[in-house]
């Protein structure tokens, strides 16, 4: 009979290790890619956000002039914050005010 050698298991696990830094490596290279493309759409929506942020306060600010029209007894305004409130809109007056430092 012949007798057996122990087997070498260093090949199997160095090949092992391999592929495990080349996976790591290509996924590490697959996130930056993603994280570069995030940053490149976060960048061009930069402009759209600030203007409609813009325009949030504009119309704050326009809401908040109504209502005060509407307190002070303008029929037209009361109209205005009538039909708003039917649709569950509520406007605060103070809200305005209270942004500006």
Same mark, same amino acid.
């Given at each position: 009979?012949?007798?057996?050698?122990?087997?070498?298991?260093?090949?199997?696990?160095?090949?092992?290790?391999?592929?495990?830094?080349?996976?790591?490596?290509?996924?590490?290279?697959?996130?930056?890619?993603?994280?570069?493309?995030? &940053? $490149?759409?976060?960048?061009?929506?930069? %402009?759209?956000?600030? !203007? /409609? @942020?813009?325009?949030?306060?504009? *119309?704050?600010?326009?809401? &908040? $002039?109504?209502?005060?029209?509407?307190? %002070?007894?303008?029929? !037209? /305004? @009361?109209?205005?914050?009538?039909? *708003?409130?039917?649709?569950?809109?509520?406007?605060?007056?103070?809200?305005? %005010?209270?942004?500006?430092?």
């Amino acid at each position: 009979m012949t007798e057996q050698k122990p087997a070498n298991l260093f090949v199997p696990v160095l090949l092992i290790a391999l592929a495990l830094v080349v996976w790591f490596g290509f996924q590490a290279s697959q996130l930056y890619g993603e994280r570069a493309q995030l &940053a $490149g759409l976060r960048s061009t929506q930069e %402009a759209t956000y600030q !203007n /409609a @942020q813009k325009m949030r306060a504009q *119309l704050d600010s326009l809401a &908040a $002039g109504t209502q005060k029209l509407a307190s %002070a007894g303008n029929k !037209n /305004a @009361q109209a205005v914050v009538n039909a *708003l409130n039917q649709r569950g809109i509520t406007i605060n007056p103070d809200a305005e %005010a209270k942004k500006k430092p």
